[in-house]
């Protein structure tokens, strides 16, 4: 059962909008914010209880920052949707005592970072995580000015902020290929979604020899055999994350939506929407490894029935964990605001975190989810046992 679960109705446009609190941790729960039509309290709920498990994933003894417990929010509304822009202003003002109390958050899909700071700014929200800089070394404003200093790094024409989480996918995908004797240079990959998370997953892949051969957005699949010029897809995407389809050589296939899933790779990344691969999908994969940057993409019959086919799935909890260590790591002074900082200890956390999750699932015939649960809830129980979970971040800090 959740911690806290709240429901907000828009008086002017009657959509909802939620926060579910999964649990706290030193009186905090961290998890990003998604805007998308449809989406349900259900959905944020599962959210929600990802979070909690992903936080302790890549933490270990010695950080400074100790992971919070999970939470998540959700605006059911299409971000395209004229209207979106001041319901995510009202949803900031119906939910401010929750976001200053307990709830520290941040982009997800349907809503970039620097919309949410500029939402949040004139709501009177001075970030959207400070209730966990509250425990920050130095407090709030330290870990702001340090928040400040990391969102202002670009690299290559794209800010640090929107290319952690997709690195960290990338990372995630390298070790799973080197788990299974494969080689980056050999292999495709396919990737549907390309905002944040698919847009930085396709170049680091790419910039790491893998050909990517496919990626999907809203509009629909764009495909090439001989691989696609992402750095030019990436920097002229629209800010919702859609390709801009003049940019497309004459060899550059569209095909329709559905087609991701049983492109030719090897590689298969769902960083879109949750809940898009289910088991009537499984026979139509023909990819050896799916690496999970969206929350909830496969269904648990359809993880069973990918690992009966010998593929290996690496968790989203796992594989996407990369823009929320990098922010509080940033933000409790674990790494310096710089992208080699991050890329440096997010690939030296990551890859033999993954290896040793594949590890263990083979040697205990269990999935690799299975295996990272198991890793997830005993550092949680460790983290337990050393500190408060629902006591108020304010009456810690006082
Ligand atoms: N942004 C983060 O830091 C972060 C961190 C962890 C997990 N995630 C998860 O990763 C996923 C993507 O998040 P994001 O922040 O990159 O979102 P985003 O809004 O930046 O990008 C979403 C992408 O999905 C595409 N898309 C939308 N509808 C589609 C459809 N029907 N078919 C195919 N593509 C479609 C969009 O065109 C866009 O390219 C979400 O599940 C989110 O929960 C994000």
Same mark, same amino acid.
């Given at each position: 059962?959740?911690?806290?679960?709240?429901?907000?109705?828009?008086?002017?446009?009657?959509?909802?909008?939620?926060?579910?609190?999964?649990?706290?941790?030193?009186?905090?729960?961290?998890?990003?914010?998604?805007?998308?039509?449809?989406?349900?309290?259900?959905?944020?709920?599962?959210?929600?209880?990802?979070?909690?498990?992903?936080?302790?994933?890549?933490?270990?003894?010695?950080?400074?920052?100790?992971?919070?417990?999970?939470?998540?929010?959700?605006?059911?509304?299409?971000?395209?949707?004229?209207?979106?822009?001041?319901?995510?202003?009202?949803?900031?003002?119906?939910?401010?005592?929750?976001?200053?109390?307990?709830?520290?958050?941040?982009?997800?899909?349907?809503?970039?970072?620097?919309?949410?700071?500029?939402?949040?700014?004139?709501?009177?929200?001075?970030?959207?995580?400070?209730?966990?800089?509250?425990?920050?070394?130095?407090?709030?404003?330290?870990?702001?000015?340090?928040?400040?200093?990391?969102?202002?790094?670009?690299?290559?024409?794209?800010?640090?902020?929107?290319?952690?989480?997709?690195?960290?996918?990338?990372?995630?995908?390298?070790?799973?290929?080197?788990?299974?004797?494969?080689?980056?240079?050999?292999?495709?990959?396919?990737?549907?979604?390309?905002?944040?998370?698919?847009?930085?997953?396709?170049?680091?892949?790419?910039?790491?020899?893998?050909?990517?051969?496919?990626?999907?957005?809203?509009?629909?699949?764009?495909?090439?055999?001989?691989?696609?010029? *992402?750095? %030019?897809? $990436?920097?002229?995407? +629209?800010?919702? &994350?859609?390709?801009? @389809?003049?940019?497309?050589?004459?060899?550059? =296939?569209?095909?329709?939506?559905?087609?991701?899933?049983?492109?030719?790779?090897?590689?298969?990344?769902?960083?879109?929407?949750?809940?898009?691969?289910?088991?009537?999908?499984?026979?139509?994969?023909?990819?050896?490894?799916?690496?999970?940057?969206?929350?909830?993409?496969?269904?648990?019959?359809?993880?069973?029935?990918?690992?009966?086919?010998?593929?290996?799935?690496?968790?989203?909890?796992?594989?996407?964990?990369?823009?929320?260590?990098?922010?509080?790591?940033?933000?409790?002074?674990?790494?310096?605001?710089?992208?080699?900082?991050?890329?440096?200890?997010?690939?030296?956390?990551?890859?033999?975190? *993954?290896? %040793?999750? $594949?590890?263990?699932? +083979?040697?205990? &015939?269990?999935?690799? @989810?299975?295996?990272?649960?198991?890793?997830? =809830?005993?550092?949680?129980?460790?983290?337990?046992?050393?500190?408060?979970?629902?006591?108020?971040?304010?009456?810690?800090?006082?």
């Amino acid at each position: 059962m959740s911690y806290l679960e709240v429901t907000w109705t828009d008086d002017e446009t009657g959509i909802n909008g939620y926060i579910v609190v999964d649990r706290l941790s030193r009186g905090v729960a961290g998890g990003g914010l998604r805007m998308r039509q449809g989406v349900t309290i259900e959905e944020v709920r599962d959210l929600a209880r990802g979070m909690t498990l992903k936080d302790p994933v890549l933490w270990q003894e010695g950080d400074l920052y100790v992971p919070f417990g999970g939470g998540k929010g959700g605006i059911d509304c299409d971000p395209y949707d004229p209207r979106a822009r001041d319901v995510l202003r009202r949803w900031a003002r119906a939910m401010k005592p929750v976001i200053d109390l307990c709830f520290a958050t941040g982009e997800d899909f349907g809503v970039r970072q620097d919309l949410i700071d500029e939402v949040f700014a004139e709501e009177g929200i001075r970030s959207s995580a400070e209730a966990g800089y509250r425990l920050a070394p130095g407090g709030v404003e330290a870990a702001l000015a340090r928040q400040d200093a990391a969102f202002a790094v670009r690299v290559d024409g794209v800010g640090l902020g929107e290319l952690v989480g997709g690195f960290g996918v990338a990372e995630a995908a390298l070790a799973a290929l080197d788990h299974r004797g494969m080689k980056p240079s050999e292999s495709r990959a396919v990737v549907q979604g390309f905002g944040s998370m698919g847009g930085a997953t396709a170049r680091y892949l790419a910039l790491a020899g893998v050909r990517i051969v496919g990626i999907a957005d809203r509009e629909g699949v764009i495909y090439n055999p001989n691989g696609l010029e *992402v750095e %030019t897809l $990436l920097l002229t995407r +629209d800010s919702h &994350g859609v390709v801009d @389809r003049a940019q497309l050589h004459a060899a550059d =296939l569209q095909l329709p939506s559905a087609q991701w899933l049983s492109c030719d790779a090897e590689i298969l990344v769902p960083a879109a929407m949750s809940y898009v691969i289910d088991v009537d999908d499984v026979a139509n994969i023909n990819a050896t490894i799916i690496v999970e940057a969206a929350n909830v993409s496969t269904s648990l019959d359809a993880e069973e029935a990918l690992r009966a086919r010998g593929i290996t799935v690496v968790p989203d909890f796992v594989a996407n964990t990369g823009t929320n260590q990098w922010w509080w790591w940033v933000c409790f002074g674990d790494i310096e605001p710089t992208a080699q900082s991050a890329f440096t200890m997010l690939s030296s956390r990551m890859r033999p975190t *993954v290896r %040793t999750i $594949l590890a263990s699932a +083979d040697r205990d &015939g269990i999935s690799p @989810r299975e295996a990272a649960t198991r890793l997830s =809830l005993s550092k949680r129980a460790e983290l337990d046992s050393r500190y408060p979970r629902t006591i108020n971040a304010v009456e810690l800090v006082e």
